[in-house]
T-cell receptor, first 113, second 115 residues
Framework: DAGVTQSPTHLIKTRGQQVTLRCSPK?????VSWYQQALGQGPQFIFQ?????ERQRGNFPDRFSGHQFPNYSSELNVNALLLGDSALYLC??????WGYGYTFGSGTRLTVV | AQSVTQLGSHVSVSEGALVLLRCNYS??????LFWYVQYPNQGLQLLLK??????LVKGINGFEAEFKKSETSFHLTKPSAHMSDAAEYFC?????????????FGKGTKLTVNP
């Protein structure tokens, strides 16, 4: 049974560029949450998607946006990249939004130069 | 606001020694608490969770944690450390808001196991 799949695993972008990260949830899960983990820090909640809508958003600027597709997969978009956006981006999936059974992907390591 | 504080960013133990990783929570409602482990260049793996049932929670890989309301603590323990336990450990609390929820994580504790 495949868990949460994230792509790409690594990427390097230049300041000012835009990036799209992708996440396929675990089979049977319908909710996707995105977290940003800066080096040496704990993950910080970006937003959560359920039924193709953003249900909750953390303290991140509008440069961070997302989307959920009918098959429950999700994308995280970041515009006008800053050096401070360099981090590990984690996707977590769950069923009907409850955190009892979060499954995390291995993450996408984004480096902004 | 609900939050967790992990005491000690780095903990070093010898192989076979007791592992104790500390986590204190702040919550105005009965919390749901979690411990996750992160190995280098990997995502987070759930070790155990407290969801207001038994206060002593047993998890994977021989880890357990005890919920102590009087001390607002949820410390993670393992009787005998193994080299494979070297990783970063995160305590988290579930925060519910408007019908949805998220996890709020501590800053993490890096565990080193010495031979």
């Amino acid at each position: 049974d495949a868990g949460v799949t994230q792509s790409p695993t690594h990427l390097i972008k230049t300041r000012g560029q835009q990036v799209t990260l992708r996440c396929s949830p675990k089979s049977g899960h319908d909710t996707v949450s995105w977290y940003q983990q800066a080096l040496g820090q704990g993950p910080q909640f970006i937003f959560q998607y359920y039924e193709e809508e953003e249900r909750q958003r953390g303290n991140f600027p509008d440069r961070f946006s997302g989307h959920q597709f009918p098959n429950y997969s999700s994308e995280l978009n970041v515009n006008a990249l800053l050096l401070g956006d360099s981090a590990l981006y984690l996707c977590a999936s769950s069923s009907q939004g409850w955190g009892y059974g979060y499954t995390f992907g291995s993450g996408t390591r984004l480096t902004v130069v | 606001a609900q939050s967790v504080t992990q005491l000690g960013s780095h903990v070093s133990v010898s192989e076979g020694a007791l592992v104790l990783l500390r986590c204190n929570y702040s919550s105005s409602v009965p919390p749901y608490l979690f411990w996750y482990v992160q190995y280098p260049n990997q995502g987070l793996q759930l070790l155990l969770k407290y969801t207001s049932a038994a206060t002593l929670v047993k998890g994977i890989n021989g880890f357990e944690a005890e919920f102590k309301k009087s001390e607002t603590s949820f410390h993670l323990t393992k009787p005998s450390a193994h080299m494979s336990d070297a990783a970063e450990y995160f305590c988290a609390v579930r925060l519910t808001q408007g019908g949805s929820e998220k996890l709020v994580f501590g800053k993490g504790t890096k565990l080193t196991v010495n031979p």
